[in-house]
């Protein structure tokens, strides 16, 4: 079909998530507003409207996908406008199809609060930028939710936790916080620090516990071996916290070091390793059979070489047993595909920086908010108390007062952590993708046929064998990478 190329048509996106939807300035209407005024400057003819709303369990597709389908089958559309990039794509796919469209109709994106328009000839490093945008605030978006979500279950952990404080620590019955018991701290430091050199057994930790003084809290009598090791294994030490199930960031003060914790964490591991180590097959667990479906599983023919065969739970499919030596230099081609060039890992490194300002721009201002009305909080704090010293005022008020003003502190401290949480995750994310990718092929060279199976699990969703040629399906960011890393340098058109 031919298009015109005078062609002013354009259709409209817009999405907000549900959370957004109750803030001013971010309503679909509002984008909406925003979107009109814009065509209406540049001449344009809106044909069509598109709308999606993002809830926590939908991803809000419904409507991008149908202005995709429309898109495809009305070319005269010429003009697509969105307010910014994380409006209109939030996938790998949705960036490829939007780029075939700018190929191949001469769709024109033109995402009016960025102000930036693309289209065929847009220079590809553009369109590469459009791409990693689009991924990575699609990644802070998740980081943030995820954030806020921890921020709910942190409000009511706070009035739920501790019920007890517990060894190490003690109950502040004015401030509803856990304090360190220094009577106890230092014993418990000294716990971690001796169970992280791996000489130490649990029993021998008993009597050391015994000999500083440590004993249950409400049993007053010595420790058990599953209380020291529970003691070892709690991340209220290091300023965590353990509830329902997860961890969460505490405000309290922490008695021994994250690297700490961690070491002890891998000396529990290391004795598990020990006592549990099987003898695994590198592609066990990893394929399924191409013909059937069936798992593929794996043996020991004759006690000595390795073989790989369909467990044929739906009857004979023709697959053959497949020796591992056949399957040896494809598995490793197979993970060495996510490699990406380190010049290209240094690229992408720093238009995830550039593309990082933005968000950058809107973290410091919320930032400075939030500390403003926290150093306001802490003037009224130190007046309220020196009233209270001239007697100018109740006690009472004082009490009270104080006590609502340091509820808001605390809880603008938590805003606090999860925006810098949020915002190093965003970014760090990103580049440790990268870097990991660089690592897989030694990694996997020097890997155990256990920790390779893993690697592979780690790597792909799944991964079918027919004959002896196993095809790979990766799973996210890993298949982005792949692709990457096949387009030639400097050839980003692919985005
Ligand atoms: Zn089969």
């Known amino acids: 079909m031919r298009v015109d190329e005078m062609s002013n048509r354009a259709v409209l996106y817009a999405r907000v998530s549900s959370k957004e939807q109750e803030q001013e300035g971010?309503?679909?209407?509002?984008?909406?507003?925003?979107?009109?005024?814009?065509?209406?400057?540049?001449?344009?003819?809106?044909?069509?409207?598109?709308?999606?709303?993002?809830?926590?369990?939908?991803?809000?597709?419904?409507?991008?996908?149908?202005?995709?389908?429309?898109?495809?089958k009305n070319p005269e559309a010429r003009y697509l406008l969105c307010e910014k990039t994380d409006r209109l794509s939030r996938n790998f796919w949705d960036i490829a199809t939007l780029d075939d469209l700018m190929n191949r109709q001469g769709l024109v994106i033109s995402l009016v609060k960025e102000s930036t328009e693309l289209h065929k000839e847009s220079r590809s490093h553009e369109k590469f930028i459009f791409g990693i945008k689009a991924l990575m605030a699609k990644n802070y978006i998740d980081n943030l939710s995820e954030e806020v979500k921890k921020g709910h279950a942190e409000k009511a952990a706070q009035g739920e936790y501790p019920s007890i404080a517990p060894l190490g620590y003690k109950n502040n019955l004015v401030t509803h916080r856990i304090e360190i018991d220094e009577s106890q701290a230092p014993a418990i430091r000294r716990l971690y620090e001796l169970y992280a050199t791996g000489r130490y057994s649990l029993?021998?930790?008993?009597?050391?516990?015994?000999?500083?003084?440590?004993?249950?809290?409400?049993?007053?009598?010595?420790?058990?071996?599953?209380?020291?090791?529970?003691?070892?294994?709690?991340?209220?030490?290091?300023g965590m916290f353990r509830w329902k199930g997860k961890i969460w960031p505490g405000i309290h003060q922490p008695i021994i070091s994250k690297e700490l914790f961690d070491q002890v964490q891998e000396v529990f591991a290391s004795q598990n390793r020990a006592k549990t180590r099987r003898h695994r097959f590198a592609f066990g667990n990893v394929m399924r059979c191409a013909r059937c479906g069936c798992r593929i599983t794996a043996g020991k023919i004759k006690g000595r070489y390795v073989y790989y065969w369909c467990t044929g739970f739906r009857g004979k499919c023709g697959q053959p047993y497949v020796p591992e030596g056949k399957l040896e230099a494809r598995m490793r081609e197979i993970v060495a595909a996510v490699r990406i060039g380190e010049e290209r890992v240094a690229w992408l490194t720093k238009l995830l920086r550039?593309?990082?300002?933005?968000?950058?721009?809107?973290?410091?201002?919320?930032?400075?908010?939030?500390?403003?009305?926290?150093?306001?909080?802490?003037?009224?704090?130190?007046?309220?108390?020196?009233?209270?010293?001239?007697?100018?005022?109740?006690?009472?008020l004082w009490e009270q007062k104080s006590a609502e003003w340091r509820r808001e502190q605390d809880e603008i401290r938590s805003q606090l952590a999860k925006h810098q949480n949020a915002n190093q995750s965003y970014m760090e994310e990103g580049i440790r993708i990268f870097e990991l990718a660089q690592r897989f092929v030694p990694l996997y060279d020097a890997a155990t046929p256990d920790e390779k199976q893993q690697i592979l699990r780690f790597l792909l969703l799944n991964c079918t064998l027919d004959d002896a040629t196993p095809t790979p399906t990766y799973r996210k960011p890993f298949n982005w990478l792949v692709e990457l890393a096949e387009m030639k340098t400097g050839g980003a058109e692919g985005i």
């Open 354 to 396: 550039e593309s990082h300002e933005d968000e950058k721009a809107y973290l410091d201002a919320q930032v400075k908010g939030l500390t403003a009305r926290y150093e306001q909080l802490q003037a009224r704090l130190d007046q309220i108390y020196l009233d209270k010293l001239d007697k100018k005022i109740p006690t009472e």
């Open 203 to 238: 029993k021998q930790l008993r009597q050391v516990a015994r000999d500083a003084g440590l004993f249950g809290r409400r049993s007053k009598r010595e420790l058990s071996k599953s209380e020291v090791e529970r003691i070892l294994k709690n991340p209220i030490y290091y």
């Open 26 to 72: 971010f309503s679909i209407p509002a984008q909406q507003k925003l979107l009109r005024e814009h065509a209406q400057r540049r001449d344009l003819h809106v044909i069509k409207e598109f709308t999606d709303v993002e809830t926590a369990k939908q991803a809000g597709r419904a409507g991008f996908n149908e202005m995709l389908e429309y898109l495809k």
